[in-house]
């Protein structure tokens, strides 16, 4: 199983971490370090076709993304914790929906930047597109000016990964009511990737009880890469200690 593994000694509390599309693990390296700081474990896994080349991403679907998620969760089930946590960023944010509303013995959502709307044309120029356009090429350089931290990113990629994205949405957007654990929500309200709105969506279709949806001020779309995560991590710790205290 790819990913990474952080596991300080004596922690009782994991998370699993699922990236964003056509990213890899370590774009939530950042959240990880600061899990452990606080003497808490997590695994970033890394999805199918991520982290390799565009052809291998190519070749995947939104089923062998989740079931790389699911694989993902067990990994951290098999060290026993006492409480389990899921967080996703992004795409990984909706993978991390359809977990929530099926596992069980999950104590706690964390929801970053869900891809619950994306702005633009592209979703309904799409399905003529890709009859014409296989490929979208990516400036990586332009794409990291914003971010403090580096990450994993490729320099061109398939429109049929975001035909697989778009499914993926559908999907996850028919299953947020099914999700009745404690989720944080966080949004970045200067997110150009995904439409803002979207923390709202997430927020305002869970059922749970006990749900918090915070927009970051200033924030682009990878938080975790984002200077402003320095906002956003404490709330997550907030989140966390609410449920295991």
């Keep these: 199983?790819?990913?990474?593994?952080?596991?300080?000694?004596?922690?009782?509390?994991?998370?699993?971490?699922?990236?964003?599309?056509?990213?890899?693990?370590?774009?939530?390296?950042?959240?990880?370090?600061?899990?452990?700081?606080?003497?808490?474990?997590?695994?970033?896994?890394?999805?199918?076709?991520?982290?390799?080349?565009?052809?291998?991403?190519?070749?995947?679907?939104?089923?062998?993304?989740?079931?790389?998620?699911?694989?993902?969760?067990?990994?951290?089930?098999?060290?026993?914790p006492?409480?389990?946590?899921?967080?996703?960023?992004?795409?990984?944010?909706?993978?991390?929906?359809?977990?929530?509303?099926?596992?069980?013995?999950?104590?706690?959502?964390?929801?970053?930047?869900?891809?619950?709307?994306?702005?633009?044309?592209?979703?309904?120029?799409?399905?003529?597109l890709k009859f014409f356009k296989k490929w979208r090429e990516i400036d990586v350089k332009q794409a990291q000016l914003v971010y403090d931290v580096k990450r994993f990113k490729y320099h061109r990629e398939p429109l049929s990964a975001y035909q697989e994205l778009f499914t993926l949405q559908k999907e996850a957007k028919k299953r947020l009511s099914k999700v009745t654990i404690p989720t944080i929500v966080l949004?970045?309200?200067?997110?150009k990737t995904i439409d803002p709105i979207s923390g709202q969506i997430a927020y305002d279709s869970i059922s749970a009880d006990n749900k918090e949806l915070h927009m970051i001020e200033g924030a682009e779309h990878v938080i975790s890469c984002h200077p402003t995560r320095s906002v956003a991590y404490p709330l997550i710790l907030r989140f966390i200690e609410k449920i295991v205290n």
């Design 1 to 80: 199983m790819k990913g990474f593994a952080t596991r300080p000694e004596g922690a009782n509390t994991a998370f699993l971490l699922v990236h964003g599309l056509a990213a890899s693990s370590d774009e939530l390296a950042t959240l990880g370090q600061y899990l452990a700081e606080k003497n808490y474990a997590s695994f970033a896994v890394q999805l199918a076709g991520h982290g390799t080349t565009p052809e291998d991403f190519k070749a995947t679907s939104w089923q062998d993304w989740y079931k790389s998620a699911k694989e993902g969760l067990e990994v951290v089930r098999s060290w026993n």
């Design 82 to 128: 006492d409480h389990i946590f899921i967080a996703g960023l992004s795409m990984g944010g909706l993978l991390s929906i359809l977990l929530a509303s099926e596992e069980n013995e999950i104590d706690g959502l964390v929801l970053i930047g869900p891809a619950l709307r994306v702005p633009g044309i592209l979703p309904k120029l799409l399905p003529v």
């Design 187 to 191: 949004h970045g309200t200067d997110d």
